[in-house]
Nanobody
């Protein structure tokens, strides 16, 4: 069983920055593909950034150029650096890791961007 713990959320003004962290309990995390998802009230959960075990990355158009996903396998951690935040980025952010065909989710961290 793999546990994921997100942290780093909070309240920030528009234009500000936050860095989210997702720490995994298992060394197998190094071979995982990891996605950051977000879910705003009344909306479906959406993927905003992804990183493979080989460090290839991908982003949703809505965050491209503002968010950066990275990983430190020595620390079993994936980060999401969020810059130039907008009120529409307000959501609960979830970390998802796919390891050998199984999906694992964290509990989520709230990000609120005030205008």
């Amino acid at each position: 069983q793999v546990q994921l713990v997100e942290s780093g959320g909070g309240l920030v003004q528009a234009g500000g920055s936050l860095r989210l962290s997702c720490v995994a309990s298992a060394r197998l995390f190094s071979i995982a593909s990891v996605n950051w998802y977000r879910q705003a009230p009344g909306k479906q959960r959406e993927s905003v950034a992804a990183i493979t075990s080989g460090h290839s990355t991908g982003y949703a158009d809505s965050v491209k150029g503002r968010f950066t996903i990275s990983r430190d396998n020595a620390k079993n951690t994936v980060y999401l650096q969020m810059n130039s935040l907008k009120p529409e980025d307000t959501a609960v952010y979830y970390c998802n890791a796919r390891i050998i065909g199984t999906d694992y989710w964290g509990q989520g961290t709230q990000v609120t961007v005030s205008s």
